[in-house]
């Protein structure tokens, strides 16, 4: 989906389908530089990473396996609950592995910190973290994360996988929701 075909539901594009594009490409290039020799899962968390996951994972130019984690601590509101839950948990062991977490969005830092806390708890040989985007003024606690896409202003943002009530994760672009879509 387009922009154009939402007008006025969003308030302007802050990330264009080719600069994500880019910087996905870059990252993919990162990713087999540091993992060169090593089997390693990419865990996409549901259901924001999937646009990423699936991007990501055509950049890359070797065997990886992928699965899946469904953490929610949003409702469908525009602010995290603060309440972590498991809706999905993994089918792969992750013991002796290297896991590369993929997310969407990273807001406080939050849930991701109990994702990995949770994940590390398996006994994996690595646990790192790979984002498209990131809040910095969001951040209500340090997570460690080795790949990020772009640094963002701690706006609500829509599109390539992030969602406001379920809709706007099919636009290609990620964008700022006009406040009167949400208020």
Same mark, same amino acid.
């Given at each position: 989906?387009?922009?154009?075909?939402?007008?006025?539901?969003?308030?302007?594009?802050?990330?264009?389908?080719?600069?994500?594009?880019?910087?996905?490409?870059?990252? /993919?290039?990162?990713?087999?530089? @540091?993992?060169?020799?090593?089997?390693?899962?990419?865990?996409?968390?549901?259901?924001?990473?999937?646009?990423?996951?699936?991007?990501?994972?055509?950049?890359?130019?070797?065997?990886?396996?992928? @699965?899946?984690?469904?953490?929610?601590?949003?409702?469908?509101?525009?602010?995290?609950?603060?309440?972590?839950?498991?809706?999905?948990?993994? @089918?792969?062991?992750?013991?002796?592995?290297? &896991?590369?977490? &993929?997310? @969407?969005?990273?807001?406080?830092?939050?849930?991701?910190?109990?994702? &990995?806390?949770?994940?590390?708890?398996?006994?994996?040989?690595?646990?790192?973290?790979?984002?498209?985007?990131?809040?910095?003024?969001? /951040?209500?606690?340090?997570?460690?994360?080795?790949?990020?896409?772009?640094?963002?202003?701690?706006?609500?943002?829509?599109?390539?996988?992030?969602?406001?009530?379920?809709?706007?994760?099919?636009?290609?672009?990620?964008?700022?929701?006009?406040?009167?879509?949400?208020?």
């Amino acid at each position: 989906m387009d922009p154009q075909h939402i007008d006025g539901d969003l308030e302007k594009v802050v990330l264009s389908e080719q600069e994500i594009q880019s910087r996905l490409a870059e990252m /993919a290039a990162d990713i087999q530089r @540091d993992y060169e020799g090593k089997d390693v899962l990419l865990v996409g968390v549901l259901k924001g990473a999937v646009m990423v996951m699936a991007d990501l994972s055509r950049h890359l130019s070797r065997h990886v396996e992928i @699965d899946w984690m469904d953490v929610s601590s949003y409702g469908s509101g525009t602010r995290s609950s603060g309440v972590v839950r498991i809706i999905k948990d993994l @089918d792969a062991d992750i013991s002796g592995r290297h &896991v590369l977490v &993929v997310e @969407d969005i990273i807001d406080t830092g939050l849930t991701l910190s109990w994702l &990995v806390s949770n994940l590390r708890s398996r006994g994996p040989a690595s646990v790192e973290i790979c984002t498209m985007l990131r809040k910095p003024e969001a /951040a209500k606690t340090d997570v460690d994360v080795k790949y990020v896409g772009f640094d963002i202003p701690n706006s609500f943002v829509v599109g390539y996988g992030l969602d406001y009530a379920e809709r706007y994760r099919n636009l290609r672009v990620v964008a700022t929701l006009a406040p009167h879509m949400y208020s």
